[in-house]
């Protein structure tokens, strides 16, 4: 489960590491070597959770005005959140639908044919070079989302 106040504290130390140790770019290595430096117990943490930026959801709970969420057409929340559709799997429909919002409060889901680019475009968010997965956006698949 993703905790807030820990993903907070753990970015706070890791900033911590990249002002002592600017050239190490291994956010693994900072993390535990600002910890030390803090006199902290370092906590387990795999690396992809480590080194992700926080994903749509995530920014979306953690930043009220995080353009990737919406208002909730049914629990009228700002938790609707926008996803991916892998073009291959089940809910793409053979291409037909290439994106999808999802409600993290009442989990209600609309599909839409148009991509994800346009709805970036629609939603302001400035993507510039950035890929899908550095912008945090998961793609729905039929292995669950990535
Ligand atoms: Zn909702």
Redesign the pocket.
């Known amino acids: 489960m993703f905790n807030i106040e820990e993903h907070k504290e753990r970015i706070r130390i890791i900033n911590h590491g990249r002002t002592k140790w600017p050239q190490e770019k291994n956010i693994t290595k900072l993390y535990q070597m600002a910890c030390k430096d803090l006199g902290i117990e370092p906590k387990t943490i795999s690396t992809s959770t480590a080194s992700h930026l926080p994903t749509p959801e995530e920014s979306a709970k953690e930043n009220p005005q995080s353009k990737f969420s919406i208002l ?6 700002k ?2 959140v926008l996803r991916g559709i892998c073009k291959g799997c089940k809910d793409a429909e053979g291409g037909v639908y290439k994106t999808m919002f999802k ?1 993290y ?4 889901v609309e599909k839409s044919k148009e991509p994800l680019v346009i709805w970036m475009q629609r939603l302001g968010i400035e993507f510039g070079t950035q890929s899908k997965q550095s912008l945090g956006i998961k793609i729905v698949t039929d292995k669950g989302e990535k």
Request: glycine share 0%.
């Open positions: 909730c057409p049914k629990c009228n929340k938790s609707y409600c409060e009442c989990n209600h």
